[in-house]
């Protein structure tokens, strides 16, 4: 197992960071390759990624919560239930995937119209999410292992294998998109076949590493091992951070059906968009992954203080950075918005996008540290409390009210947006500090090492 020192922010966030901006550049050089086919194309991937998104949420119901408790028991010492929980985690998200998979690859077309996808680039839709979407499977072992294996303190091995595989996923682009080496053009199908390969690849790294992660290697019989209790606290803990991840992925898939409505031009603008704010907030959501990790280490070893502090450290360091970031891009912004597309309308609108989110970037930290370091310590169905209406009301809301029936466009999907992050953000930092005073770490901090001390001394090993 990791030592304690491979737990702190700065070791478990560096190979997240790293494989998010890995991720990013392997993400916009696809995107530059997809354009190569046309805007509609891009617009596709766009809608229909976002669309995934929302999907993959369901394999976060049991991911998720197995995550938190698996850094909970190796910070109180419990390593059989950690190995316990991780190898349930795999074979119960493993099978929604595949029911998942089934349902996704069959109703692919329809699944497309009801989103409301523009009826010129529908019939490209269907052909794409029906590939992609009948390998989600994959997908959610995927997250389900990489998961699994960062909650012991091992950030580093997925991000080696990330990097692998988005590395192959350009050059199978490149093959099946332009036809190298003797290969068929086949354009967005292409596309498809590429990502669904290269995340089977993936899975059969990610499992042989998952077996080696837990002390001993795990036997083949511990798969077939069920503790109904700790299948209920999984539950306990992923259900409302599933509800609440699902809410706001499907709120998006909602505003981009908004989108869609405006037309072909804002949703291939917001799709570009999509790809270069995700430079923007990276390093920030990587702090607040490993922020998430570190506080549920410390909190099941009673080590309180330190919890507490850690949601601070990582928020102020991820507002500074993602605030450069943005500022990079809009320092750059002509050279890489030219890369994507040539239509002026779209790169004048994206440039004023970008401005707004020096205003929104900054309040997106401000949810992510604090809505993680709260799922850390089980207080994720607050969050979900708080979460669903906000987005609900304020983002898409006012994505209807401004962006639509007042025509404000783009403009207005983006003022919805930043009410959302901010309303949450000031109510989770509310709950946050409430919780230091009278709530889950309401007790003397300085007494928090010793308190530490004593209930390692009586956990049985």
């Given at each position: 197992m990791k030592a304690e020192k491979n737990m702190t922010l700065w070791a478990l966030s560096w190979p997240v960071m790293i494989e998010m901006f890995l991720q990013f550049a392997i993400g916009t050089t696809d995107t530059l390759m997809v354009s190569r086919i046309s805007d509609d194309a891009v617009a596709v991937v766009g809608f229909s990624n976002q669309f995934f998104n929302a999907v993959m949420i369901v394999f976060m119901l049991v991911a998720s919560g197995a995550g938190i408790l698996i850094a909970q028991r190796l910070g109180a010492g419990k390593q059989q239930d950690a190995r316990t929980l991780a190898t349930m985690a795999i074979v119960i998200t493993g099978g929604i995937g595949l029911v998942v998979s089934i349902g996704l690859f069959l109703g692919a077309n329809w699944f497309a119209a009801v989103l409301q996808v523009p009826v010129e680039i529908r019939a490209l839709a269907g052909t794409y999410m029906s590939i992609v979407g009948g390998g989600m499977v994959l997908t959610a072992l995927n997250i389900a292992l990489s998961t699994c294996v960062r909650n012991t303190g091992d950030t580093r091995s997925p991000m080696y294998i990330a990097f692998g595989m988005n590395i192959a996923h350009v050059i199978l682009n490149a093959l099946f998109i332009f036809g190298l080496l003797g290969f068929p053009k086949w354009g967005l199908f292409g596309v498809a076949l590429s990502t669904v390969i290269c995340r089977f690849l993936a899975i059969i790294l990610l499992f042989r590493l998952f077996r080696h992660a837990y002390g001993s290697k795990i036997a083949w019989a511990e798969f077939f091992r069920f503790d109904l209790k700790l299948f209920k606290e999984i539950f306990r803990i992923g259900w409302p951070m599933s509800v609440s991840g699902g809410s706001y992925n499907i709120s998006q898939l909602a505003i981009m059906s908004l989108v869609g409505v405006m037309g072909a031009q804002e949703l291939a603008a917001r799709t570009y968009m999509n790809t270069m704010e995700s430079f923007a907030f990276m390093v920030g959501w990587s702090l607040a992954l490993a922020a998430q990790i570190r506080i549920s280490y410390l909190f099941g070893s009673g080590n309180y203080k330190d919890a507490y502090y850690t949601c601070y450290k990582a928020m102020g360091i991820g507002m500074i950075l993602v605030s450069v970031n943005t500022g990079l891009m809009l320092l750059f912004r002509e050279q890489i918005l030219t890369y994507f597309t040539g239509d002026p309308w779209i790169i004048d609108m994206a440039v004023t996008l970008l401005w707004l989110n020096l205003i929104l970037q900054p309040g997106k930290?401000?949810?992510?540290?604090?809505?993680?370091?709260?799922?850390?310590?089980?207080?994720?169905?607050?969050?979900?409390?708080?979460?669903?209406?906000?987005?609900?009301?304020?983002?898409?809301?006012?994505?209807?009210?401004?962006?639509?029936?007042?025509?404000?466009?783009?403009?207005?999907?983006?003022?919805?947006?930043?009410?959302?992050e901010y309303v949450r953000g000031v109510i989770m930092w509310l709950r946050w500090r409430r919780h230091r005073k009278v709530g889950i770490f309401a007790i003397d901090f300085s007494h928090s090492t010793e308190l530490r001390k004593v209930k390692a001394a009586n956990t049985t090993l």
């Open positions: 930290m401000l949810n992510m540290a604090l809505g993680q370091s709260i799922n850390a310590i089980g207080d994720g169905r607050f969050s979900m409390l708080v979460s669903i209406p906000s987005m609900w009301v304020l983002s898409v809301g006012l994505t209807y009210a401004l962006g639509l029936s007042l025509e404000w466009g783009l403009y207005g999907v983006y003022a919805g947006m930043i009410m959302d």
